[in-house]
């Protein structure tokens, strides 16, 4: 429920939510730890128009004073004086001389945000792979290594995602336990990222929510808010997540478990995965990658509580092409034979993703819906009720074409959402993408990485010491 409407602070201040205390002083801190240099009045900006929240820059003072975020909160804060602002701020700058960028990452919390500690944008590089067979010659020609050349600022858009999504993961490795919230570890891992990556959209931020599908859920579950699922000693994860910069989205998961039963499930899936990203590059179909994939995990078996089972790729999740801004960009990537013949090509982004299965091996649509995304291809289409017209511009303004979920939603003070969200679907404008589930009983396994198809050789953007 909205807080309640305090008439002293109406003044010069929005028109839209009224946070509470609370939510007011998380969006200050959020703000100010990707932005160090906003003062009260570019904080304030923020909140009133990038939010459209109702708060007065009174009340934002008063919270950013009682919480230390303002360094003359005592004396007299000449960004309120009524002079030029962005001078004084810059004059305060001055006194202060440069800053120095960090050298390295704080541990066991990251806290450092990743283009602080590469501040010329010349990020890791990921796993470079050769070409082979008829494309060998790429790696040595002039021409294509100029054409490249040309293109490195996709490249550093792209790794720079890559870093912060190795950086957050590691820390999500860390904090993932049994008797830990599911709710808990989404949020502080999306929390995360947004502090590594200095969110600010569309320029940067995640790509799409935390997928945290528990056994024999493969893909697409993250908690609704109010969930109370705990992460438990024999459960098997797969926690998925993405980052962008300028739409550049790495898309990259992994499968989380304490139980050293599942460890055969596990290496098949990774053991898939390794074999899709060697098979993949230009002029590759499609087909052979799934076979070859297919080939790889099903030679496995797994024992669990005495009974063994064959590792199954499930036949009816792919990986994908992305272009920037959407996630699924057309092609797919099967982890089965049989599939497309159309052939990657240069200069391509791929999601090469793969999942193995203790059940069937097919999955299907259950449970309750989180994820939601705005068809990419939507025109403009009328819409009549007034709450799905409102939840459109709240979409656009905060998440264009990338997925979303409810808590985010609830984040941003939505309310009462539900309806005018089903409606969105109904009309083509929004695609609801409800958790795709094997058998209850069984157990699932998922790894992913992100690629790139440079001209010269093939480049793993998220491929770290870890996977």
């Given at each position: 429920?909205?807080?309640?409407?305090?008439?002293?602070?109406?003044?010069?201040?929005?028109?839209?939510?009224?946070?509470?205390?609370?939510?007011?002083?998380?969006?200050?801190?959020?703000?100010?730890?990707?932005?160090?240099?906003?003062?009260?009045?570019?904080?304030?900006?923020?909140?009133?128009?990038?939010?459209?929240?109702?708060?007065?820059?009174?009340?934002?003072?008063?919270?950013?004073?009682?919480?230390?975020?303002?360094?003359?909160?005592?004396?007299?804060?000449?960004?309120?004086?009524?002079?030029?602002?962005?001078?004084?701020?810059?004059?305060?700058?001055?006194?202060?001389?440069?800053?120095?960028?960090?050298?390295e990452?704080?541990?066991?919390?990251?806290?450092?945000?990743?283009?602080?500690?590469?501040?010329?944008?010349?990020?890791?590089?990921?796993?470079?792979?050769?070409?082979?067979?008829?494309?060998?010659?790429?790696?040595?020609?002039?021409?294509?290594?100029?054409?490249?050349?040309?293109?490195?600022?996709i490249?550093?858009?792209?790794?720079e995602?890559?870093?912060?999504?190795?950086?957050?993961?590691?820390?999500?490795?860390?904090?993932?336990?049994?008797?830990?919230?599911?709710?808990?570890?989404?949020?502080?891992?999306?929390?995360?990222?947004?502090?590594?990556?200095?969110?600010?959209?569309?320029?940067?931020?995640?790509?799409?929510?935390?997928?945290?599908?528990?056994?024999?859920?493969?893909?697409?579950?993250?908690?609704?808010?109010?969930?109370?699922?705990?992460?438990?000693?024999?459960?098997?994860?797969?926690?998925?997540?993405?980052?962008?910069?300028?739409?550049?989205?790495?898309?990259?998961?992994?499968?989380?478990?304490?139980?050293?039963?599942?460890?055969?499930?596990?290496?098949?899936?990774?053991?898939?995965?390794?074999?899709?990203?060697?098979?993949a590059?230009?002029?590759?179909?499609?087909?052979?990658?799934?076979?070859a994939?297919?080939?790889?995990?099903?030679?496995?078996?797994?024992?669990?509580?005495?009974?063994?089972?064959?590792?199954?790729?499930i036949?009816?999740?792919?990986?994908h092409?992305?272009?920037?801004?959407?996630?699924?960009?057309?092609?797919s990537?099967?982890?089965?034979?049989?599939?497309?013949?159309?052939?990657?090509e240069?200069?391509?982004?791929?999601?090469?993703?793969?999942?193995?299965?203790?059940?069937?091996?097919?999955?299907?649509?259950d449970?309750?819906c989180?994820?939601?995304?705005?068809?990419?291809?939507?025109?403009?289409?009328?819409?009549?009720?007034?709450?799905?017209?409102?939840?459109?511009?709240?979409?656009?303004?905060?998440?264009?074409?990338?997925?979303?979920?409810?808590?985010?939603?609830?984040?941003?003070?939505?309310?009462?959402?539900?309806?005018?969200?089903?409606?969105?679907?109904?009309?083509?404008?929004?695609?609801?993408?409800?958790?795709?589930?094997?058998?209850?009983?069984?157990?699932?396994?998922?790894?992913?990485?992100?690629?790139?198809?440079?001209?010269?050789?093939?480049?793993?953007?998220?491929?770290?010491?870890?996977?």
């Amino acid at each position: 429920a909205a807080g309640q409407v305090i008439m002293s602070e109406a003044n010069n201040a929005g028109t839209g939510y009224l946070p509470t205390a609370e939510e007011l002083i998380e969006a200050i801190k959020e703000l100010k730890a990707a932005n160090p240099e906003f003062g009260i009045k570019k904080v304030w900006t923020n909140l009133k128009e990038g939010k459209g929240w109702q708060v007065s820059e009174k009340r934002v003072k008063s919270a950013m004073q009682e919480h230390g975020l303002i360094e003359n909160s005592g004396g007299n804060n000449n960004e309120n004086k009524g002079g030029n602002t962005d001078q004084q701020e810059g004059e305060g700058k001055k006194k202060k001389g440069k800053a120095v960028a960090p050298k390295e990452q704080t541990w066991p919390v990251p806290s450092v945000p990743i283009m602080d500690l590469f501040p010329n944008g010349d990020f890791p590089e990921g796993e470079i792979q050769e070409y082979q067979g008829l494309n060998a010659y790429r790696s040595t020609s002039a021409e294509l290594k100029e054409q490249e050349r040309l293109e490195s600022h996709i490249y550093q858009e792209a790794r720079e995602g890559a870093e912060v999504h190795r950086t957050a993961r590691k820390y999500l490795q860390s904090i993932a336990k049994p008797g830990e919230l599911m709710i808990d570890l989404c949020e502080k891992l999306e929390d995360k990222v947004r502090e590594l990556i200095k969110d600010k959209f569309p320029e940067r931020g995640i790509a799409f929510p935390t997928g945290c599908s528990i056994n024999h859920v493969a893909a697409h579950w993250t908690p609704n808010g109010g969930d109370k699922t705990v992460l438990q000693y024999d459960d098997i994860v797969k926690f998925d997540f993405g980052t962008h910069v300028n739409g550049r989205i790495i898309d990259c998961a992994f499968t989380h478990y304490f139980n050293p039963r599942y460890d055969p499930l596990a290496q098949a899936v990774k053991e898939a995965t390794n074999t899709g990203i060697k098979e993949a590059g230009i002029d590759v179909r499609l087909c052979d990658i799934g076979e070859a994939i297919q080939e790889v995990m099903e030679s496995y078996e797994v024992e669990i509580d005495g009974k063994v089972y064959p590792v199954k790729a499930i036949r009816n999740l792919n990986g994908h092409s992305i272009n920037p801004y959407q996630i699924h960009a057309g092609k797919s990537v099967p982890i089965v034979k049989g599939g497309d013949a159309t052939k990657m090509e240069e200069g391509e982004f791929y999601a090469i993703e793969t999942f193995g299965s203790t059940g069937k091996g097919i999955v299907h649509e259950d449970l309750e819906c989180s994820h939601y995304m705005k068809n990419f291809d939507a025109g403009h289409i009328p819409l009549r009720m007034a709450k799905a017209k409102e939840l459109l511009g709240v979409i656009d303004r905060n998440f264009g074409t990338l997925a979303f979920c409810r808590r985010y939603l609830d984040r941003l003070g939505c309310r009462q959402y539900l309806l005018g969200l089903k409606n969105l679907c109904d009309v083509g404008l929004v695609e609801a993408y409800p958790p795709l589930v094997d058998v209850k009983g069984s157990y699932t396994a998922q790894y992913e990485h992100t690629l790139v198809l440079r001209p010269t050789r093939k480049e793993v953007l998220s491929r770290g010491d870890d996977y």
